[in-house]
């Protein structure tokens, strides 16, 4: 491996850029609480294991190297993200609608650790803009004449490890603020731009092409 602490450095700031894990973690978290928001990183670190073994094999190299495959992987990932944007924006309307019969809006959120947990992990594994990141920036830190997959699995556990402990530390961070989040007006702007985000990226997924 070569200049491992500048991989760690670069890993955190692109760790820090927003995407579709956080915005899902970031749901969760204010609308359910952050133990369902920890379930949900859980998953996508377990994800990101995945993707470290499908790299470091070579199976994500068949996969970019199929159109077929790589297309069908990536609309997967994009309508999955839509799918929960859509569902957010039609279970902000059903409680609306709930607000409007005369019962308290927001009264009886849930969603359990475990389909946290899932929705985390299928969010990341379906993203093909993983894929792609673990067979172009892994390599860049691995000697040309290394042909061990033993650095790939040292690097994408680091990886991992570092995603794990910023987005663990920002889930505890934003949880501090669930009593001002239980605010009506807020839980509908909460879910609203959630949805809406969640939606976009979807769409942006759908389209994005390999240049």
């Known amino acids: 491996m070569e200049n491992y602490l500048l991989f760690i450095i670069v890993s955190i700031f692109l760790i820090l850029l927003p995407g579709p894990d956080m915005a899902l973690a ?27 073994i499908a790299a470091a094999l070579g199976l994500s190299a068949l996969l970019v190297q199929s159109t077929l495959l790589f297309s069908l992987f990536k609309y997967i990932g994009a309508l999955y993200l839509a799918y929960i944007g859509i569902r957010t ?10 607000q409007m019969n005369g019962r308290s809006m927001f009264s009886k ?26 067979l172009t920036f892994l390599p860049q830190f691995i000697r040309p004449s ?33 009593q001002w989040m239980q605010k009506p007006i807020v839980q509908w702007i909460i879910q609203s731009v959630t949805g809406l985000i969640l939606i976009g990226f979807g769409i ?3 389209l994005w092409a390999i240049r």
């Open 26 to 52: 970031t749901r969760n978290t204010l609308l359910y609480g952050r133990f369902v928001g920890l379930s949900t990183i859980t998953g996508t670190s377990t994800a990101l294991l995945i993707h470290t």
């Open 89 to 98: 924006l039609l279970s902000l309307k059903k409680q609306t609608a709930t």
């Open 109 to 134: 959120k849930y969603l359990s650790k475990k389909a946290g947990y899932f929705q985390g992990f299928l969010t990341n594994l379906t993203n093909p803009k993983v894929v792609v990141f673990f």
């Open 146 to 178: 290394n042909h061990s997959i033993a650095p790939f699995f040292v690097l994408g556990i680091t990886h991992i490890i570092i995603n794990l402990i910023l987005f663990s530390a920002y889930v505890l961070l934003i949880g501090t603020f669930s």
């Open 204 to 206: 942006h997924l759908a």
